[in-house]
């Protein structure tokens, strides 16, 4: 099936740094969706994105849906232990007067150094 | 406010079984999607139930069946399972409460299987 492509796969960085990740298509998505995933739980929703070129914040967390509709972007700002986990880009289109099933990216995992 | 649940957790079946996995939405929701997550890959979409019919399908084969039902629950059921089909299979609810609700989709705990 179809999936995202989402960079970097894996990002190893200090507790305190600031993190930055995107998401590329090529086909067009009416609605952006930032996930986070940790072992054994599923997928937790961060932040949605409706029109394209929309900024939205949730506490330290930054996403923006890309002037194309191709594209979105996450950035998480001073890491702390806790973001660790893997974060999925989810792109989704609206027909039939419903939401369609969300594309998936591979993911990123993030990985705090001591 | 209960969030979305799955049953069971985990379940290891043989190849050639069937398989049922159970899912109650977020309260409030009626519209119930399935993923299935391969170990280290993103989740991919199944198919999407609402109003007790399938609305959209993914790229699955016809092995892959589903049903809602009038309180929203859903199941999904996987016919002559393969090794390939093990996997941790997601549910996810989506509602109407206002027009952003019926975009974002809330995932439970998932179920994992092990096919042998």
């Known amino acids: 099936g179809q999936q995202l492509n989402q960079s970097p796969q894996s990002m190893f960085i200090q507790e305190g740094e600031d993190v930055s990740m995107n998401c590329t298509s090529s086909s067009i998505f009416n609605t952006w969706l930032w996930y986070k995933q940790e072992p054994g739980e599923g997928p937790v929703l961060l932040i949605a994105?409706?029109?394209?070129?929309e900024l939205t914040s949730n506490g330290r967390l930054t996403a923006q849906f890309g002037i194309t509709r191709k594209d979105s972007f996450l950035n998480i700002s001073a890491s702390i232990p806790s973001d660790v986990g893997i974060y999925f880009c989810?792109?989704?289109?609206?027909?039939?007067?419903?939401?369609?099933?969300?594309?998936f990216g591979k993911g990123t995992h993030l990985i705090i150094q001591p | 406010d209960a969030g979305v649940t799955q049953s069971p957790t985990h379940l290891i079946k043989t190849r050639g079984q069937q398989v049922t996995l159970r899912c109650s939405p977020k309260?409030?929701?009626?519209?119930v999607s399935w993923y299935q997550q391969a170990l280290g890959q993103g989740p991919q979409f199944i198919f999407q139930y609402y109003e007790e019919e399938e609305r959209q399908r993914g790229n699955f084969p016809d092995r892959f069946s589903g049903h809602q039902f009038p309180n929203y629950s859903s199941e999904l059921n996987v016919n002559a399972l393969l090794l390939g089909d093990s996997a941790l299979y997601l549910c996810?609810?989506?509602?109407?409460?206002?027009?952003?609700?019926?975009?974002?989709?809330?995932f439970g705990p998932g179920t994992r299987l092990t096919v042998t």
């Open positions: 996810a609810s989506s509602g109407l409460q206002g027009w952003a609700a019926n975009y974002e989709q809330y």
């Open positions: 994105l409706y029109k394209a070129g």
């Open positions: 309260s409030g929701h009626d519209t």
């Open positions: 989810a792109g989704q289109l609206a027909s039939g007067g419903g939401a369609d099933g969300l594309t």
